[in-house]
């Protein structure tokens, strides 16, 4: 069975400081990985995918996220925060052979403080 | 503004009750989705549709149905509507040859 976790309920990070969002998925086969970012009373915006191809992938608003297929991990980094970053931070695997069906982790709340 | 659109914003409604959600995904989206997402369940992926087809099915109730019209429009049934349901209900819709998608800002439902 596909699954996602994210192991930090809450993130907190002082503004202009590096930040990483930890994921870890269990996928048979090549997993399709994905972030999404919720702010207050709206819906998910999409931040950026891995389908394969190179590790690190570069998304929307200065974010990155690193794939390790050995730690089974993709984290979410972005080397300088800001206090507009602060939301909430979704995970997502798509399993081979699964339409389109995401699995979402549990979520990981970030608080970017000044 | 994804281009999914959803209504209503907010849904008030008794228990045993039934209720329809609508869905709108973008201009030319021809995939559907629907997502429940509450406190203690999270985010689940309900059902998809792809071109007025079910394509892909999760952990969505029997008391629950959708449908994708040739219009591309969606809308999700609710029947016999428990405490439980309460929840958020997300639309998404994604392009053919995309893997990522786009998500409604969603319907806001209350079962009392």
């Known amino acids: 069975a596909q699954s996602v976790a994210q192991p930090e309920d809450q993130v907190n990070v002082a503004e202009g400081n590096p930040l990483t969002v930890k994921c870890t998925y269990s996928?048979?086969?090549?997993?399709?990985l994905f972030w999404y970012v919720q702010y207050p009373n709206r819906g998910l915006q999409f931040l950026l995918k891995?389908?394969?191809?190179?590790?690190l992938v570069k998304g929307s608003y200065g974010f990155e996220a690193e794939f390790n297929k050995s730690q089974t991990s993709f984290h979410l980094k972005k080397p300088s925060a800001l206090v507009s970053d602060s939301a909430l931070y979704f995970c997502a695997v798509r399993g081979p052979n699964q339409g389109g069906k995401l699995i979402f982790g549990q979520g990981t709340e970030l608080s970017v403080k000044p | 503004d994804s281009g999914v659109t959803q209504t209503p914003k907010h849904l008030i409604t008794a228990t045993g009750q039934r209720v329809t959600l609508r869905c709108s995904p973008r201009s030319g989206d021809l995939s559907v989705y629907w997502y429940q997402q509450s406190l203690d369940q999270g985010l689940q992926f309900l059902i998809q549709?792809?071109?007025?087809?079910?394509?892909a099915k999760g952990n969505i109730l029997e008391r629950f149905s959708a449908q994708q019209f040739p219009d591309l429009h969606s809308e999700l049934n609710l029947s016999s509507l428990e405490l439980g349901d309460s929840a958020l209900y997300f639309c998404?819709?994604?392009?053919?040859?995309?893997?990522?998608?786009?998500f409604g800002p969603g319907t806001r439902l209350t079962v009392l």
């Open positions: 891995y389908i394969t191809g190179d590790n």
């Open positions: 996928v048979s086969g090549n997993p399709y």
């Open positions: 549709y792809y071109n007025g087809e079910e394509r």
């Open positions: 998404a819709s994604s392009p053919r040859y995309r893997d990522e998608q786009f």
